[in-house]
């Protein structure tokens, strides 16, 4: 099981180092197997500038490709050449500069200085795809229009980096299986030795049943295998990406981010160790 340290400081206020945390886990018998730094984005986006587009016009030789200028925010703009059929004058976009690192499963590539087709291109407008950042392969990813150019990708889209225990979790040890239940224990054996630490639960004092006229009636047929089942019933939801606070909170613990309904039952599952999901109630 996969335990994030900056999660666990959403519930406990933590200064002590990964080290000591994994001594500390291993000996009220949560067993750390390993721990390891992890990015949210393979590579961090280490050389990924946001840019604006100045000028677009097509590639005297190749009907398919355009020649750009990009402002990244130094004296130059640089000129890049684009494949992307939504390249468009004045957006934001982000631009992997010459001697960065990009990543594709187990492969990378090194962005370098070249030309394509004749024209020099310093640079590559990106796609969400090639950054790690979604799956769309429709062309390069548009940014706010507030996006500030020169800002750092990893800065604009709060990529970080964080140490994750890797907890060999014996079967007697369900109360441990989400982030919760492990800060629960850390708290409990730090405050043996000497702090005052609290928990500090997420709310739930905002949550409200406006009506109960899409309610679905729940039978549970075994009451041995499972002794109680609940859900709740949710309108007005419209299925898209996470945000991205959440995205890499998903990401750290080697899941795949779907879309915010998904997304959302998987860190709740991760964070009470209480599995759950969520259902479609048109095709019940």
């Avoid at 890049?80 to 990009?102: F, S």
């Amino acid at each position: 099981m996969k335990i994030s340290y900056s999660w666990l400081k959403n519930y406990l206020n933590l200064e002590l180092p990964p080290e000591e945390i994994s001594i500390l886990l291993t000996d009220i018998g949560l067993e750390v197997e390993s721990i390891k730094e992890v990015e949210s984005i393979r590579g961090g986006l280490k050389g990924v500038i946001i840019g604006e587009v100045l000028t677009k016009i097509q590639h005297p030789n190749a009907d398919r490709l355009s020649l750009s200028t990009v402002n990244i925010g130094k004296d130059k703009p640089l000129q890049i050449v684009c494949g992307a059929p939504n390249l468009n004058i004045g957006q934001k976009v982000p631009v992997a500069t010459v001697g960065t690192w990009l990543y594709d499963g187990d492969k990378k590539f090194k962005i370098k200085r070249g030309k394509i087709r004749g024209e020099d291109s310093v640079g590559m407008i990106c796609g969400e795809d090639e950054l790690g950042l979604g799956e769309d392969t429709d062309g390069i990813m548009v940014l706010d229009a507030s996006a500030k150019v020169g800002m750092p990708a990893s800065e604009y889209f709060n990529l970080e980096s964080d140490i994750v225990f890797d907890i060999g979790l014996t079967p007697n040890r369900s109360d441990a299986m989400g982030h919760i239940g492990v800060a629960r224990d850390l708290m409990t054996v730090l405050n043996h030795r000497g702090s005052q630490l609290e928990m500090c639960r997420p709310s739930v004092d905002e949550f409200k049943v406006l009506n109960n006229s899409k309610s679905i009636i729940v039978e549970v047929r075994d009451n041995k295998l499972c002794p109680r089942y609940s859900g709740v019933s949710i309108s007005d939801v419209k299925v898209a990406n996470s945000p991205s606070w959440l995205q890499n909170k998903l990401k750290t613990i080697g899941l795949t981010p779907i879309n915010n309904v998904v997304d959302i039952t998987n860190y709740v599952l991760h964070e009470l160790g209480q599995p759950l999901h969520a259902f479609d109630r048109d095709k019940l």
